[in-house]
């Protein structure tokens, strides 16, 4: 789900009418290209009416040509319904395709759609394999998925060491459940020593990211002196 945002970054600038007309232009006689960008400014309303409809129409044509970052969006278009009714079928089969082209945020997202039975037939061991696959390039939700089962001893043989470390790479990536997740790591002494003074700073930390959950941790750990 992160992958979108990264494409809006690169791809989005301010735009003017004479631009919006030669990028429909250009994704009218197919340009892959022209079509992403175009679905990603209809996406967010730049340059254009945000129009959800429009920003599937566009992704999609490029999605179908094969365009990584366009599946990604097209999954998280039905993923969350967007303009469209939600279906969780089509955002996996959208997902699974960029997926199978390496990119990590999707890999992530089918990964937990398959240990959840979400949108497909529950499938731990594609699970796994799919959360190894985008922990593998660093990705913070792949990386925080894998730490889970390791913790858990769900899927794969307990090691809450393991766990503890694929959790704090994934909070090293500002991922706020995972600040809080090694926050309580280190407040409980789960595969690591006990230590709740740097437990509160990781607290602290996915507070300072909108996490009210870290905001509470923090105030009862510097409550206790902490």
Same mark, same amino acid.
């Given at each position: 789900?992160?992958?979108? /945002?990264? *494409?809006?970054?690169?791809?989005?600038?301010?735009?003017?009418?004479?631009?919006?007309?030669?990028?429909?232009?250009?994704?009218?006689?197919?340009?892959?290209?022209?079509?992403?960008?175009? $679905?990603?400014?209809?996406?967010?309303?730049?340059?254009?009416?945000?129009?959800?409809?429009?920003? *599937?129409?566009?992704?999609?044509?490029?999605?179908?040509?094969?365009?990584?970052?366009?599946? &990604?969006?097209?999954?998280?278009?039905?993923?969350?319904?967007?303009?469209?009714?939600?279906?969780?079928?089509?955002?996996?089969?959208?997902?699974?395709?960029?997926?199978?082209?390496?990119?990590?945020?999707?890999?992530?997202?089918?990964?937990?759609?398959?240990? &959840?039975?979400? $949108?497909?037939?529950?499938?731990?061991?594609?699970?796994?394999?799919?959360?190894?696959?985008?922990? &593998?390039?660093?990705?913070?939700? $792949?990386?925080?998925?894998?730490?889970? /089962?390791?913790?858990?001893?769900?899927?794969?043989?307990?090691?809450?060491?393991?766990?503890?470390?694929?959790?704090?790479?994934?909070?090293?990536?500002?991922?706020?459940?995972?600040?809080?997740?090694?926050?309580?790591?280190?407040?409980?002494?789960?595969?690591?020593?006990?230590?709740?003074?740097?437990?509160?700073?990781?607290?602290?930390?996915?507070?300072?990211? $909108?996490?009210?959950?870290?905001?509470?941790?923090?105030?009862?750990? &510097?409550?206790?002196?902490?």
């Amino acid at each position: 789900m992160y992958k979108f /945002l990264i *494409l809006i970054l690169f791809f989005i600038i301010p735009a003017h009418a004479n631009q919006i007309d030669q990028l429909k232009h250009q994704a009218e006689l197919g340009d892959t290209n022209a079509q992403t960008m175009l $679905g990603s400014r209809y996406f967010i309303g730049d340059g254009v009416e945000k129009d959800y409809r429009l920003a *599937l129409k566009w992704h999609k044509s490029a999605a179908e040509k094969g365009d990584v970052d366009s599946q &990604n969006i097209v999954g998280v278009i039905y993923q969350l319904g967007l303009g469209v009714k939600e279906d969780h079928s089509q955002a996996f089969f959208w997902f699974k395709q960029a997926a199978e082209q390496g990119d990590a945020p999707s890999q992530a997202e089918i990964a937990e759609m398959l240990l &959840n039975g979400d $949108g497909v037939a529950k499938n731990e061991q594609q699970a796994l394999m799919w959360f190894q696959k985008s922990a &593998n390039q660093n990705h913070p939700k $792949g990386l925080f998925g894998l730490a889970d /089962l390791y913790l858990s001893g769900k899927v794969v043989e307990q090691d809450e060491q393991k766990g503890f470390q694929l959790m704090k790479r994934a909070a090293e990536k500002k991922e706020p459940f995972a600040q809080y997740a090694v926050g309580f790591l280190y407040e409980k002494g789960i595969g690591t020593r006990q230590n709740r003074t740097v437990a509160k700073e990781w607290y602290g930390r996915s507070c300072d990211r $909108g996490l009210k959950g870290g905001c509470q941790a923090y105030r009862k750990l &510097n409550e206790q002196g902490f």
